[in-house]
């Protein structure tokens, strides 16, 4: 199993530019989340789906927003980035919602907006 | 106001020193997380604890619920434990993976 897979690993954007991070997990997980990482805080919930179909927002879903065709895949699009978007987001993903089961985490994608 | 404080920030030890990085709350939870963060950005679960111990390798994760307190240990430290160390909370009200409040990481570099 590949288990949790982003692309791309960096990416360099301009202010108003848009783009979709790629998330795809070949586990058959039903949940799947997006956080963002910023240096000084703690990951902090952008989206998340519990389900093909189903999606929810987060603590900071402002300027994203997400599908949920398969269960494969949880595709993060920025409308018009800004510079405050400017950092390393994790998609993971989990057999269920329950905070019993363990988040996979997908390696990272770097982003910078100038 | 943050819910969730880890200390210390940084840390460096000696190889073979046994180390304890702490997670205080300030909330009622239900459960906590430890996850560990490679250097090279990939994050990994470590423990899901919602009273007591448990042990994996030389890792230990001890939880107190009542004083909002967690620790890390670490036996025998080596380099490759070199990382980040996060700790994450699940409020009360919530039994969702969305309800977890994720602290700022201790950054744990183990010397030889």
């Known amino acids: 199993n590949a288990g949790v897979t982003q692309t791309p690993k960096f990416q360099v954007l301009k202010t108003g530019q848009s783009m979709t991070l790629q998330c795809a997990q070949d586990m058959n997980h039903e949940y799947m989340s997006w956080y963002r990482q910023d240096p000084g805080m703690g990951l902090r919930l952008i989206h998340y789906s519990v389900g093909a179909g189903i999606t929810d927002q987060g603590e900071v879903p402002n300027g994203y927003n997400v599908s949920r065709s398969t269960t494969e895949d949880f595709p993060l699009r920025l409308l018009s980035a800004a510079p405050s978007q400017t950092s390393v987001y994790f998609c993971?993903?989990?057999?269920?919602?329950?905070?019993?089961?363990?988040?996979?985490f997908g390696p990272g994608t770097r982003l910078t907006v100038l | 106001k943050n819910e969730v404080e880890q200390s210390p920030q940084n840390l460096t030890a000696q190889e073979g020193e046994f180390i304890t990085i702490n997670c205080s709350y300030s909330v009622g939870i239900s459960a906590l997380h430890w996850l560990q963060q490679h250097p090279g950005g990939g994050i990994v679960s470590l423990f899901m604890l919602s009273s007591g111990k448990k042990k994996h390798g030389r890792l230990i994760a001890t939880i107190n619920i009542q004083e909002k307190h967690s620790s890390l240990h670490i036996t025998a430290s080596h380099p490759r434990d070199s990382a980040v160390y996060i700790c994450?909370?699940?409020?009360?009200?919530?039994?969702?993976?969305?309800?977890?409040?994720f602290g700022k990481g201790t950054k744990l570099s183990v010397k030889p």
């Open positions: 993971a993903s989990s057999y269920s919602e329950s905070y019993t089961d363990t988040q996979y």
């Open positions: 994450a909370v699940l409020l009360n009200y919530g039994g969702s993976q969305g309800n977890l409040i």
